[in-house]
């Protein structure tokens, strides 16, 4: 494998490579392609898979929740194939920056569920694959997204402890933060019992 060394021009360099592979707002693009109409006057306005599954087209959603998943793993993978572990934790926390925060979108992007995930696999594929099982149990149990993404994003830290991923451990902490941060609306929703079911339209 080869190694670049972590110059702070080549972290930099990861950063932005991160940044704007997480800033492809792919829900956005395949609604436009598919002909779904503009995801922001849909449902909860977001660009994530589950405000796309409120256009009632279940296709474009999991390409959505893929394309938005690879985005994140492939900032990882990449980054870690050229520059190691260190570079690869940069991107994967930019690549989910940037999908919350897309400069094309005037830094109003996803809550960046899918993306979290692809960059856990990455970063460890048990770690992931934990996340994604405690991502399913809490959407099919209370048929609320919102409720998946959160018990995956509590779950991630207990699990890099568990299944010995502590390289990432600061990071897995940082982007759990992010994750919460941006359902702090559905958790208020979640408090007042008006949180919306997977698939209902608003």
Same mark, same amino acid.
């Given at each position: /494998?080869? =190694? ?11 950063? *932005?490579?991160? #940044? +704007? *592979? ?7 693009? !395949? ?6 109409? $503009? ?13 796309? +599954?409120?256009?009632? $087209? ?18 990882? @993978?990449?980054? &870690? #194939? ?10 994967? *926390? /930019? ?5 919350? #925060? ?10 960046? =569920?899918?993306?979290? @995930?692809?960059?856990?696999?990455? @970063? ?11 991502? !399913?149990?809490?959407?099919? =149990? ?8 959160? =018990? ?6 207990? !699990?890099?402890?568990?299944? $010995? ?5 600061? +990071? ?5 933060? @992010?994750? /919460?941060?941006?359902? &702090?609306? $559905? ?16």
């Amino acid at each position: /494998m080869p =190694v670049i060394e972590h110059s702070a021009s080549v972290l930099m360099l990861w950063a *932005l490579i991160g #940044y +704007l *592979l997480g800033s492809i707002p792919f829900g956005m693009v !395949l609604a436009r392609v598919m002909g779904l109409g $503009n995801l922001r006057s849909i449902g909860s306005g977001n660009i994530g898979a589950t405000n796309v +599954l409120r256009t009632g $087209n279940k296709t474009a959603a999991a390409l959505t929740l893929l394309l938005d998943g690879g985005k994140g793993a492939v900032a990882v @993978l990449l980054a &870690r #194939y050229f520059g190691g572990e260190d570079t690869a934790q940069i991107a994967g *926390l /930019m690549a989910m920056i940037g999908h919350c #925060y897309p400069v094309w979108l005037k830094f109003a992007g996803g809550k960046g =569920v899918a993306t979290f @995930l692809g960059i856990m696999l990455a @970063l460890s594929l048990p770690v992931g694959v934990g996340c994604c099982i405690a991502w !399913l149990v809490g959407a099919l =149990v209370w048929r609320i997204s919102s409720m998946g993404a959160l =018990v995956a994003a509590a779950s991630s830290t207990f !699990l890099m402890v568990i299944l $010995n991923s502590g390289a990432a451990l600061v +990071l897995g902490a940082v982007l759990t933060a @992010l994750v /919460m941060w941006r359902h &702090r609306a $559905n958790i208020a929703r979640l408090r007042a019992g008006t949180e919306p079911k997977i698939g209902q339209k608003s």
